[in-house]
Structures are given as structure tokens and as C-alpha cells.
């Protein structure tokens, strides 16, 4: 079933599509800082951005910084709204019921393929990045690349602080497919549970920023959204990276029982 | 698991309810659908035959009752059951972007590699999936769609897909609602043909309809629903019984009734044709020997059948 | 009546339920088994808790520290980030081998502002401008960093601070970190002090003081510092290194901004008493301090060029020049810190005057000097 899902995935034109354009941001805005030559004045505009003129090397992670607030997110939210209620929309899910494919088995396989898609939109933004990032940006003349501390990186370390990264990252996106995934077993609207995934999303985001709900901050799902920058500080702060990948575990692990118990349990309809 | 016997009914429910909320769709079902009947599930939109069929299925689950499919309880073995049942249920669905045959490739991955006997897991295995493929939708009159993906099917083209979805893996049930949708009169007679052919291989037939014409043709057994209850289930020549009464044709129903000991028929009122006469308690031997003899030229005469129609609207009304 | 598949959804949902509640109910049980873990009564008596507290210096440690200051100042140029520092959340790291070996990173999503403190010299790392500042010897008079608010720096600083007169008593112990820590009590000996008390609480075990409550008169909390995740021992020597980027711009200085600039440049001979405020026995450079104590005030004389211009820059975020005898003033205030910027009618003589005062005591204090200005410095 997994393999099955996992072709769906990639026979699907629109998995290209979005990745597509998921990869296009960060190309316009490496076009554009390579052309004017005007990096945004530090402290502004998204993270390390200031930092990639005549550093190329640091793209991936720039670029990541670039799609993690909105474009990631909203990929990864109609993906695994989609997941479910796509498939009871288009009739395809009591098909898939009936051949029979137990419905644990679906939700995981569902799983699974949202996560590769997830993995698979964040590695192709960080090697875009990388090629963007070289081939437009320079590589300042030398191999070595400063963290956020100001000492330097060799190309071994850059590798694997952007592959914790990606991980990183990915990982932060499941959190938020689990209850994208949760909706889109409550409901036959792929729109419906992508907007609620969404939503959740967005509140998560106004909270932590809000001094009154300092109390419930650190256990939102984007508190620790931005710890990844951290790998790119020396030496690195592994707390925050640590506790996000906790709390990201927190959600995951309640929608998806969530989604368990009402998708193995609930009326197929459609 | 072991292999049902050859009598183990196919569908068996007893006090099958379901209720959405206050909606009672589904109100004591108590359905016997024999190995090897054309079974004839007949009833008006809306009438709770769809959630019937989800039910056996294991789609939707009943408030109470119980159901058994093949001999298995659904829908707790509902996966065992399931494996040996071909369905098509509230129309055919299929992934719009690929063709008919990378719909069934990937159906046909999806379901279970193993189902406890060899020979379900032969008909499963992967190696021989690409001639099992060809070969349903040889049956169904697919054969040369090519790579066209299933968006640009006509509705008869996505229904005769649905009917190779349902056939892929030689089930020895077939749960079909509404079959014949969208189909010319040539493809629903051309699925008939199918479905009587694999049923005299032993298949069993389960078929939902509202159309009383369809059901009349193909089936050997009907079940009548009617808002939610069965009003009737019994053999299709049972319901079409002789009335035990007697038409005949004759050519002047005047003499005709005189020599039968008859009042003449008002015609405004019966609405039978002119020329007709409908006799109680006699057989056709016994009128057409007395019309002889009173020198009445006999076109006609037969015993007096119900047809499914009227059955089922005096069953329903 | 239940059926199979109701009574199978109830059990699931109740898993879920059950291991939801389970998770939240760890997360709020932590914190509460926490603080119930005993804290043996104090032992010790303040004046102890004080000293061992002042004796930590040589404490090595690393932890993370966060500062919250409540304070409204305006963002006037030429005070650097000082608005942002006492009215805004700042997170550090720091890892501390000792007074003369230490480093505080702080740090925030776009990027990081590293100091490292060494025997002779600071040396600061700012990557927004990818600038190395290194700055030789340790004025006497500078703007407050971010260092500076580091609770165990800011403790010690706070509690050498407190006068004969200042009252200092305990508070009940409380678990901090993991640790237990001794609450103390400052509060001021003057009524015309801004400061209500300030509260330190020292870690039983190495004396570093965990956490500073200052708190102003108005009531609020003005500033909150602690630190977290405390590890005692030395921390890797290379993490004390500064670093040197090949692309950075270097700058070398004896002064890290205006004011320590100002003052090393100072030409003035402050008097020993002003307003009935005696001088503080610290030798500045130009400036000095007057008062007692935790009430002191600072005063910085300024050249009539920068005065000039400091002066526009408060007009310019919304302070208002006010008449004063002999001069004028800008008055930027807060419920803790205040500070004037006083020039004389000659517009020659100017002086910042600055203290956790209330304004009326740092105009009494500005007035002595414009009306009779100092003589030049014998040593200039």
C-alpha cells in the first residue's frame, strides 16, 4: 500500500507543480540579489539573507528560510488535507476500502506519502538553493563559509548543519501535516481540512507572539519553528532544536491517534 | 480460514438497522442471497438500498444487526470477506490524470498480496497482474483505450472501467449498484451478457436497482425495499405468478360473455383492450372449449400473470 | 443499544483521549513536582547570602539567560541600543571562565551579537554588520550592554552597590533551575529613590545570583533577569576565542561608545558634592557619580557639539526642551531610570545627569553646576 501510495504521489502532476513553485521563490529572489547587488539590511528581511552575497554556499538555508513561513506550510497543509477527504471526494477512497485495504493501513500509507512529499519539497528547495546559490551568488573565492558567530565553516560541517536542517524543518512540517491529516479525515473537503491545517497554523503563529499567552507558548506547534537557525551558530544550541522535535512529537502523536480513531471508526459516505 | 461450504449464503443479515441521527435509513434488514443467485435488490431512490450495500461492504457501519458476507461477520472480517467480492457502489471513481490501465495497475497493488488460500494468492500475485488487467478489460470492452487518461472518458467508459475495478481479482461475489448507469442500450446489453456469463461460472450477483425492467431481465431472486424495510424477498417466477385468472381475446366479447355466463365488460372502467375478457376460476382449457362450442372465434387465451410491476407497486403502495 | 463498531470507537477515541491526557498531564505535573521538591530553610544570613553572592565572580559557568525589561525609554541616537535593552526581551548565552575570560552571545532569530571579554579588552562580534569591534581597557563610564543585564553580572553589580543605609533582608527560599537559591531584599534607603526594591535570588550551592527582579515604585516589574540551564565548570577554552572572519570590518577603540568616549575626553573637574550629594569614591574619568548606596547619580559633562546634537536627537523622538534656571533641559524618563540633558545658557556647559532618581533630585543636581561651572582638569 505504501508503494502504491508513494506512485500516486509521483505520478501526480500537481506534487511537481507545487514543488515547482515552492523552488521558484528562492530562484526569483537569488535573480534578484544577484543582479542588484542589494542585500537586505541585516536584522531584516527573512533569515540569513543578509548574509548570502558573495556566499553561496549558504543559500539552501536561506532559501529555506525564505519558504518556511508561508509557502512551505501551505504545500505541505493541502497535501495532507488532501490526503483523506481527496480521495473520499473523488469517490477513489471506498474503492480503495473495499478491494480491501484496512483502513490503518491506508491512513499510514497516507502517512508516509506526506511525509516523503514533505521531505521530498524540502530537499529539492535546499538543493535549488545550493545550485542558485553557487551558480548566482559566488563563493566569495574560498571554501569557507562563517556561521552567525562568525567563525568558519568548512564545506563537511555547512553539509551537515543543512542536512539537520532539512530534517529539522521536515520534521516541524509533519507536525503540521498530522493535523492537517486529522482534518482531512473528519471531513470530504480536501480545501476544508487544508484551510483548518492552515488555521491552526496561523494561530499558533499569533500566539506566540502574544506576551498575555506566554504561558501555553512554548508548547505551540511553530514556537520552535525558527530553532534551526541555530545550527548556524557555533557552538550550536541544541535546546531549542531538541524541544521543538519534542513538541513537534506531542502533535504528531495526538492527531494522528486522533485521526486513527475517527478514520478506522467513522462512516464512509462518499 | 477455512473454505466456506457451498451452501454458506453469500449475503445473510439479520435485523440489519442503520440510523443517521433520527433518520432511520436501513430498518431491520433481514436479506438471503443464495451461491449462484442473480440477486435483484429493487427499490426507489432513496430508499436505503446504497447504505445497504455499504453496509455489507463495511463501509458504513450498522447501529445493529448483523451481517455476513461469504460467511464472514462484516464488519469485523470484513478484509476476508472483502477479498473475494467485486463491488461497484454509487458509480464508478477512478484517478482522473491516469489511464484505465494505471488505475487498475494501482488498485490492484493496493488490495491484500495474500489472502490465506493459494489460489487467492495466485490470482493476486504481482507477476501475473499485467494479463489479468488485459483481460478484464478485454471483458468489459476496454481493451484498445490506449493511454488516454480517465478524465477524457465518456460516463459509459468510467462505468465499464468500474466494472473491471469490481471483476480485477475473479471475485465470487459481485456487489453492483446501478450497473447499466450511462450505458447505450448495446453496452447494458452487452454487461448482461457478462454478468450472466460469469454467473453461470459460479459467481453470485448481487444487484442494486431501481430500474424494475433490468431486474426482471437478469435476475433469478428479488429483494423489495421500500423506505428503509425489505416488503418483499422471494424468487423472480414466485412474484410473476399466475393470478388464477384467465384472459382471452376474442373477436365479439359480446357472444363471448354470453356463452361464459358473463356480464360484458364495461370498458371505460376496466380499461382492457376491446375484445378482451378476464375470467375468475377457470382455466384456459375449460373457456376456450366452451367458446368453441358457442362458436366464438378465439384469438387468444392464457392464464393471467403478474408482472413484476404490478408486484412490486402492490407491494410498495 | 451498542454495536461492535460503536463500542470499538469508543474504546479507540479512549486510547487517544487517555494518551493525550497523559502527555498534557506530564507537561503541567513537571513543573508542579518541580516546586514541591523540599526547600531546606536559609541557613545563612542575608549579609552572608551578599557576600558569597559578590565572591562568585570566579564562579565558571554556562547557561542561557534571559532579560525582560519593562521600561519605556525612547530610542534617542547616540544612546546606542540602550531602549532596547531595558524595554524589550533580550536572550543570551554565556559561558563564564571568570571576570577576565567570558563570552555572551545575544541572540535572536535573524542573527546574534557576541561579546568576549578578555583580561585587557572586549571584542564584539555583530553579525547584522559583520562588524569586529575590539575595545582595549574598561572604561569607567559606558552604556549598559547586554552582558551587563547577565543575572549573576547584574546581581553582583547590584548587591556591591547596596550602601550601610539600604536595607537589605531575606527572602523565603525558592527553587530555581533545579537549584535552591536564597532570596534577598534591597531596597533603598532614600524616599527620593525610583528604585522600590530589588530582588536577587543566589544559588545555595556556587553563590551566582539566578535571577534579579528590579521593581519601581509605580509597582511593575522593570526588569526581570535570570539565567537557565546553569552548568558549573570551565567552559571549552576555543568558545572563548574570539573569532576572525575573513570578511569582517575591525575596529580598534578605547572607548565602546559615546559616552565612554565622551568621558575619557571630559576637560572638566567635577566638584566633590553636588545638591548635598557627596561623590561616589569610584575615580571616573571625566564624570562621577554622587550619592550613596543604591542612590546615585551620574553626571557626564558634554562639549557643546554633541550636546548640541544629543539634543536633537531626544527633541526628534518626542522629548521636549523645558526651561530651567540657568540653562534648559530634556528630560527622557521612565518609572526607573531618568535622564536630563542640561545645557547652560551659554550653550557651552552641558551635562547628561542620570540616575534611578526622580527627576526632581536630578535637576536639583544639574542646576549646582550650570550655576557655577566646573574649572578644567589640573591633569588635562
Redesign the interface.
Known amino acids: 500500500m505504501i508503494r502504491v501510495e508513494l506512485r500516486k504521489l509521483v505520478s501526480r502532476p500537481r506534487t511537481w507543480v507545487s514543488i515547482g513553485l515552492l523552488c521558484l521563490l528562492p530562484v526569483v529572489v537569488a535573480v534578484f540579489l544577484a543582479v542588484t547587488g542589494i542585500a537586505p539590511r541585516p536584522g531584516q528581511g527573512p533569515t540569513l539573507l543578509a548574509a548570502v552575497l558573495g556566499n553561496g554556499a549558504l543559500y539552501p538555508a536561506a532559501a529555506l528560510g525564505i519558504v518556511l513561513p508561508f509557502f512551505l506550510p501551505i504545500a505541505v497543509a493541502v497535501q495532507a488535507g488532501e490526503a483523506v477527504a481527496g480521495e473520499a471526494s473523488t469517490g477513489t477512497l471506498r474503492y480503495l476500502l473495499v478491494r480491501p485495504v484496512g483502513r490503518t493501513r491506508l491512513l499510514a500509507a497516507k502517512l508516509v506519502s506526506v511525509v516523503a512529499y514533505t521531505l521530498l519539497a524540502v530537499v529539492a528547495v535546499a538543493v535549488v538553493g545550493y545550485v542558485t546559490g553557487i551558480s548566482l551568488l559566488g563563493n566569495s573565492g574560498q571554501l569557507t563559509t562563517t556561521t552567525l558567530s562568525g567563525t568558519a565553516l568548512t564545506p563537511t560541517d555547512l553539509a551537515w548543519r543543512t542536512g539537520v536542517m532539512v530534517l529539522s524543518i521536515g520534521w516541524s512540517m509533519v507536525g503540521l501535516a498530522a493535523i492537517s491529516l486529522f482534518l482531512s479525515t473528519l471531513t470530504d473537503s480536501s480545501l476544508g481540512a487544508a484551510l483548518g491545517g492552515l488555521a491552526a497554523l496561523v494561530s499558533s503563529t499569533v500566539l506566540v507572539t502574544l506576551d498575555a499567552a506566554g504561558s501555553v507558548r512554548d508548547y505551540l506547534p511553530t514556537r520552535y519553528w525558527l530553532a534551526w537557525v541555530d545550527l548556524f551558530r557555533d557552538p550550536i544550541p541544541w535546546h531549542d532544536l531538541q524541544v521543538g522535535a519534542l513538541v513537534q512529537a506531542g502533535y504528531v502523536l495526538v492527531f494522528l491517534g486522533a485521526a486513527w480513531a475517527n478514520f478506522t471508526t467513522r462512516d464512509v459516505t462518499s | 480460514m477455512t473454505d466456506p461450504s457451498p451452501d454458506t449464503p453469500a449475503v445473510a443479515t439479520r435485523g440489519l438497522t442503520k440510523r443517521f441521527g433520527r433518520v432511520t435509513a436501513v430498518d431491520g434488514l433481514d436479506l438471503l442471497v443464495r451461491p449462484g443467485d442473480r440477486y435483484g435488490f429493487l427499490g426507489p431512490n432513496g430508499s436505503g438500498k446504497t447504505t445497504t450495500v ?1 453496509m455489507l ?8 444487526g448483523e451481517a455476513e458476507v461469504l460467511g464472514h461477520p462484516v ?2 472480517q ?2 476476508a470477506a ?2 473475494q ?1 467485486g ?1 461497484l ?10 489511464s484505465a490501465r ?1 488505475n487498475l495497475r ?2 490492484d ?4 498480496r495474500d489472502v490465506g488460500d493459494p489460489l487467492a494468492a495466485e490470482v493476486g500475485s504481482r507477476r501475473s497482474r499485467r494479463r489479468r488487467i488485459e483481460s478484464v478489460l478485454e471483458e468489459v470492452g476496454l481493451a484498445d483505450v490506449g493511454r488516454k487518461p480517465v478524465r477524457a472518458y465518456s460516463l459509459g467508459m468510467r462505468q465499464r472501467l468500474g466494472l473491471a ?1 469490481a471483476l480485477l481479482r475473479g471475485p465470487r461475489l459481485l456487489v453492483l449498484d446501478e450497473p447499466t448507469n450511462g450505458l447505450d442500450p448495446r453496452g447494458i446489453a452487452e454487461v448482461r451478457d457478462l454478468l450472466l456469463r460469469l454467473n453461470e461460472g459460479g459467481t453470485t450477483v448481487f444487484l442494486s436497482s431501481h430500474l424494475l425492467a433490468e431486474v426482471e431481465l437478469f435476475c433469478t431472486r428479488v429483494g423489495v425495499l421500500h423506505r428503509g424495510r425489505l416488503v418483499a424477498q422471494d424468487d423472480l417466477d414466485a412474484l410473476r405468478g399466475p393470478t388464477g385468472r384467465t384472459v382471452v381475446d376474442v373477436d365479439d366479447v359480446e357472444a363471448a360473455a354470453r356463452a361464459l355466463g358473463v356480464p360484458p365488460p364495461d370498458r371505460r372502467r376496466t380499461g382492457e383492450p376491446a375484445g378482451r375478457l378476464v375470467l375468475e376460476g377457470s382455466s384456459v382449457a375449460e373457456a376456450t372449449s366452451r367458446l368453441v362450442r358457442a362458436d366464438v372465434a378465439v384469438l387468444e387465451a392464457a392464464p393471467e400473470r403478474r408482472t413484476l410491476e404490478g408486484s412490486v407497486l402492490e407491494l410498495t403502495s | 443499544m451498542g454495536t461492535v463498531v460503536s463500542r470499538d470507537a469508543r474504546r479507540r477515541w479512549a486510547a487517544v483521549v487517555a494518551a493525550t491526557g497523559v502527555l498534557v498531564g506530564m507537561l503541567a505535573a513537571v513543573p508542579v513536582l518541580r516546586s514541591t521538591v523540599a526547600v531546606g530553610a536559609a541557613t545563612t544570613t542575608p549579609a552572608e547570602v551578599r557576600q558569597r553572592a559578590l565572591a562568585s565572580a570566579s564562579v565558571a559557568y554556562t547557561a542561557v539567560g534571559e532579560s525582560r525589561g519593562g521600561l519605556a525609554l525612547p530610542d534617542v541616537g547616540g544612546f546606542g541600543d540602550l531602549a532596547t535593552l531595558l524595554g524589550g526581551t533580550t536572550r543570551t548565552r554565556i559561558w563564564w571562565d571568570g571576570p577576565r575570560r567570558w563570552r555572551v552571545d545575544t541572540v535572536d532569530a535573524a542573527g546574534e551579537r557576541d561579546t568576549y571579554g578578555l583580561a585587557t579588552s572586549t571584542t564584539t562580534w555583530d553579525y547584522g554588520s559583520r562588524r569586529l569591534a575590539t575595545v582595549t581597557g574598561d572604561p569607567s563610564v559606558r552604556l549598559p550592554r547586554a552582558d551587563d543585564l547577565v543575572a549573576p553580572s547584574a546581581g553582583r553589580r547590584l548587591l556591591s552597590a547596596v550602601g550601610p543605609d539600604d536595607r537589605l533582608s531575606a527572602l523565603p527560599p525558592q527553587r530555581i533551575d533545579g537549584r535552591t537559591t536564597d532570596g534577598l531584599r534591597v531596597v533603598p534607603a532614600s524616599a527620593r529613590s525610583t528604585l522600590a526594591r530589588a530582588d536577587v535570588w543566589v544559588d545555595r550551592e556556587t553563590g551566582l545570583p539566578l535571577r534579579v527582579v528590579v521593581t519601581a515604585r509605580g509597582g511593575a516589574d522593570a526588569l526581570v533577569s535570570e539565567v537557565s540551564g546553569v552548568r558549573t565548570g570551565r567552559p571549552p577554552a576555543d568558545v572563548l576565542d574570539p573569532p576572525s572572519p575573513p570578511t569582517a570590518r575591525r575596529s580598534l577603540d578605547s572607548a565602546p561608545d559615546l559616552v565612554a568616549r565622551v568621558a575619557q575626553r571630559s576637560p572638566w573637574d567635577l566638584p566633590d558634592e553636588l545638591a548635598g550629594l557627596p561623590a561616589s569614591t569610584q575615580v571616573l574619568d571625566g564624570a562621577s557619580t554622587y550619592g550613596t548606596g543604591l542612590t546615585r547619580v551620574l553626571v557626564l559633562p558634554l562639549p557643546g557639539r554633541v550636546a548640541r546634537e544629543v539634543v536633537g536627537n531626544a527633541t526628534r523622538a518626542g522629548s521636549v526642551e523645558e526651561e530651567l534656571p540657568g540653562g534648559s533641559v530634556v528630560r527622557i524618563g521612565s518609572s526607573l531610570l531618568n535622564v536630563e540633558l542640561v545645557r547652560g545658557e551659554d550653550r557651552f556647559h552641558a551635562y547628561v545627569v542620570a540616575g534611578l532618581v526622580e527627576p526632581a533630585l536630578l535637576d536639583e543636581v544639574a542646576t549646582a553646576p550650570l550655576a557655577s561651572p566646573p574649572p578644567f582638569r589640573e591633569d588635562q
Open positions: 455499504r461492504l463495511g463501509l458504513v457501519h450498522a447501529t445493529s464488519p469485523r470484513a478484509a472483502l477479498a467480492v463491488a457502489v454509487e458509480g464508478p471513481a477512478a484517478y482522473p490524470h491516469l494505471a494501482l488498485l497493488a493496493a488490495g491484500p475495478a
